[in-house]
């Protein structure tokens, strides 16, 4: 995915989900539970929960509904949740990769290839379109915290690969193995980002007519809405038309 035009197409849906917040905290404490299950209950020495966190905070989640996220990684609920990767191609040749947690593999792979199916698409095995992505650490942080060429040189300095500047914000693209040090050493100059997370980005993005448009954006709702879905990326470039119809 190069840069943020592929990053609004990807949220442009945020704002939508604010009539489903309860469903959405329950995804972003389920992100948490794990992350802290899987480490230390400590964000400051747990580099996923402390993501979690950042993204919890980021949609306004109560301090509450976080601490009991992280409070109920120390007893079992959390034991039989497993991190599943789905892969396939969507209307209009677009590829997708599905980051979900589930504690019913079959269950949750059957729905999906079902939203896939139903909306004219395909879901495929792992790797068949793993390819067409790069797997990448981001590290955002808003307009306000400096110009597009002081982030520029904090690239640089930080040992980022590149930061991406636009109207909605700054962001800073590394290897996975270098996002720590990156991050640390952007928090110290910057604060803490917007938010900071292993993420997947196309290498192309795909244009799609509007009638496809139209089917892909119902299947991004159907994922967006299962309960096992975190994360949704697609090398998708939708019309000027259609993203204005859909933020109408």
């Known amino acids: 995915m190069a ?54 905070r980021e949609e306004n989640m109560p301090k509450d509904n976080i601490e009991r996220a992280i409070k109920k990684a120390a007893g079992g609920d959390a034991e ?6 789905y892969e396939g191609y969507g209307p209009g ?77 700054h962001e800073f693209l590394c290897r996975i193995e270098d996002f720590g040090a990156v991050r640390d050493w952007l928090e110290t100059k910057f604060g803490p980002p917007k938010s900071a997370a292993i993420v997947w980005r196309s290498q192309t993005n795909v244009a799609v007519n509007d009638e496809a448009g139209d089917t892909l954006v119902k299947l991004l709702d159907v994922l967006d809405d299962h309960d096992d879905v975190q994360r949704v990326y697609g090398n998708y470039e939708l019309s000027d038309a259609l993203m204005t119809k859909l933020s109408g």
Do not use: W
């Not at 992350?35 to 996923?48: F, I, M, T, V, Y």
């Not at 039989?80 to 990767?85: A, L, M």
């Not at 792992?126 to 110009?147: E, M, R």
């Open 93 to 169: 040749g677009t590829a997708f990769i599905i980051e979900a947690l589930t504690d019913n593999r079959n269950r949750t792979a059957a729905d999906i290839r079902a939203a896939f199916s139903k909306y004219g698409g395909a879901l495929g095995e792992t790797n068949s379109v793993a390819f067409l992505f790069n797997h990448v650490a981001s590290i955002v942080y808003p307009v306000a915290k400096g110009s597009d060429d002081t982030m520029l040189e904090a690239a640089i300095e930080s040992g980022a690969d590149e930061c991406v500047s636009d109207e909605d914000g």
């Open 3 to 56: 840069g943020h035009s592929q990053f609004k197409n990807i949220m442009f849906r945020k704002g939508r989900q604010d009539k489903e917040r309860s469903k959405l905290f329950s995804k972003l404490a389920r992100e948490i539970t794990v992350s802290a299950k899987q480490g230390l209950p400590d964000p400051a020495h747990n580099a996923r929960l402390r993501s979690a966190i950042l993204a919890a």
């Open 80 to 85: 039989n949740i497993e991190e599943v990767r």
